[in-house]
């Protein structure tokens, strides 16, 4: 296991619901990233949260936003669903948005997103 | 924007036989990293590549990096029926460690 733990593990919402996900970095990592993984598809990031800032995002829309606490866990938040965002959402923890150097990310289990 | 595609996308071995998978980046990468992740579950890093060129070897697996840093690639000898799940190339994108990660290769494994 990675010490990187989300919440909740699975959750169905109706379109146009607003939904939280939740993510627990593991200890020492100041860095974490969330991506989208639709089913057969490899994940996508959305983006990247380093000491409560944003740093980084991908191709999602504004209604994809999140936060970074003190402590470093992060929330992810997504306004008026669709079904398209149906998906496996991962965070992953780092300990610092490195240059080129040993990077490994450290993902979570996973929050599984079914919207109706 | 930065792709990366990976082929084959499925591959079904008997167990024994060799597998490899194939990463291509439409950008040179600073470095690529490789994730596994098995069914019903989460990536898992197995490893990551910096220099043109380089060979890394890991038990039964073997990465290599690309001369130009374009390319990438994963070869499992002898697969065994833990080595089932899909593996994804990943490469920086836009600095840092925001991944882009490939399509992925399925890999399946019958006794």
Known sequence: ETGVTQSPTHLIKTRGQQVTLRCSSQSGHNTVSWYQQAL???????????????????????RFSGLQFPNYS????????????SA???????????????????????TRLTVL | GQQVMQIPQYQHVQE???FTTYCN???????????????GGHPVFLIQLV?????KKQKRLTFQ?????????????ATQTTDVGTYFCAGPKGGGNKLTFGTGTQLKVEL
Not at chain 1, 48 to 59: D, K, L, P, S, V
Not at chain 1, 97 to 107: D, G, I, K, L
Not at chain 2, 51 to 55: F, Y
């Open chain 1, 74 to 85: 992060s929330e992810l938040n997504v306004n008026a669903l669709e079904l398209d965002d």
């Open chain 1, 40 to 62: 057969g598809q490899g994940p996508q990031f959305i983006f990247q949260y380093y000491r409560e800032e944003e740093n980084g995002r991908g191709n999602f829309p504004p």
């Open chain 2, 25 to 39: 980046s439409s950008t040179t990468l600073s470095n690529i990293q490789w994730y596994k992740q098995r069914p």
């Open chain 1, 88 to 110: 496996l959402y991962l965070c992953a923890s780092s300990l610092a948005p490195a240059r080129v150097s040993y990077n490994e990310q450290f993902f979570g289990p996973g």
């Open chain 2, 51 to 55: 220099k043109s060129g380089e060979v």
């Open chain 2, 16 to 18: 024994g036989e060799d």
């Open chain 2, 65 to 77: 990096f690309g001369e130009a840093k374009k390319n990438s690639s994963l070869h499992i000898t």
